[in-house]
């Protein structure tokens, strides 16, 4: 599978970085001035950048990937996985000179879990920096807000949106109609990571009419996209399908016409790599989910990852 475009493009310099030029000439102050807290934190919407500023940091301050600890409070939200920072935060690097723990979405964090991560922010040593992400700082406790620095990243602008999809479609040589680009910028609602999802989405197909259905503000475009993406590797893992279909609250058979598109597209691409997958796809999803919904669904999915049934 080809790597995601938000992922072959997220940028790993801070003259990369697009629409955040106040927070860019912030850290940049910080790095010129030896003088980066070590309680940073972003705030801002989805696919903005902070995921991104944070590992530019973790390169700035000379951090290993041995000693950078990337977690996502929306995921594992509990104080052991707090209390597992702080028992650890105390020892030496391993290698380089710093120790970095990036906490995304840390307002999902439970209360317990909040109290326990602003005692690690009060006893940080030297070498250990935090940086915390979030979509809703209001969530956080106000101790924590006062103990970090604030990094406030906002919604890029429609012109940041256009230049970065225009960059990406030179580079890898796609050629999307005006209509197809203006329809991802509306819909992108400011985040660079949803643009270029949106265009990993229309890229495989070559209909407009199609790629115009395929940009949808909805769950159900992402859940049929991210199938397709898996049903295309050489041994589709049932688990992250599965993970997939737990999320989905989308109607079931909307969802299989969307997997049904990107596989046509595929199809009859000249020279896919994919086109015997492809088919495989078609013929698994044939059938109509009206009587089964989710099950049937689940059931089709499953018959394609493991072959039972065939």
Not at 96 to 116: F, P, V
Not at 136 to 158: F, G, M, Y
Not at 220 to 247: G, H, I, S, T, Y
Request: hydrophobic fraction near 40%.
């Amino acid at each position: 599978m080809a790597e995601e475009m938000y992922k072959k493009y997220r940028p790993t310099v801070l003259e990369q970085v697009r629409g955040q030029d106040a927070a860019v000439a912030m850290v940049k102050n910080w790095v010129a001035r030896n003088a980066v807290p070590h309680a940073i934190l972003l705030t801002g919407p989805s696919g903005v950048g902070k995921t991104t500023i944070a590992r530019i940091l973790k390169t700035l301050l000379n951090c290993s990937n041995i000693d950078y600890v990337e977690v996502n409070g929306a995921d594992d939200t509990g104080i052991d996985m707090v209390r597992g920072i702080r028992d650890k935060m105390m020892a030496a690097p391993f290698k380089g000179s710093c120790r970095i723990y990036m906490i995304d979405e840390c307002h999902a964090l439970t209360k317990n879990a909040q109290n326990c991560l602003l005692k690690a922010l009060e006893d940080t040593p030297k070498h250990v920096y935090f940086i915390l992400a979030t979509t809703d700082p209001t969530k956080l406790l106000n101790t924590i807000q006062t103990r970090c620095t604030e990094v406030a990243l906002k919604p890029l602008s429609t012109k940041h949106i256009e230049d970065i999809l225009a960059y990406v479609c030179k580079k890898e040589k796609l050629k999307i109609s005006e209509e197809v680009l203006d329809k991802i910028v509306k819909c992108c609602e400011g985040s660079a990571r949803k643009a270029l999802v949106y265009l990993d989405q229309v890229m495989g197909l070559e209909d407009e009419e199609e790629q115009l259905n395929a940009i949808t503000p909805s769950s159900m475009a992402a859940a049929a996209f991210d199938l397709w993406k898996e049903f295309c590797a050489p041994k589709p893992q049932w688990a992250n399908v599965a993970a997939v279909l737990r999320e989905l609250k989308d109607d079931p058979e909307g969802v299989r016409r969307l997997i049904l598109a990107c596989a046509r597209a595929s199809l009859l691409k000249p020279g896919s790599k994919y086109a015997a997958r492809a088919y495989l796809v078609i013929d698994t999803f044939r059938d109509n989910l009206y009587d089964t919904g989710a099950a049937g669904l689940a059931a089709q999915c499953y018959e394609l990852c493991t072959g039972v049934g065939r």
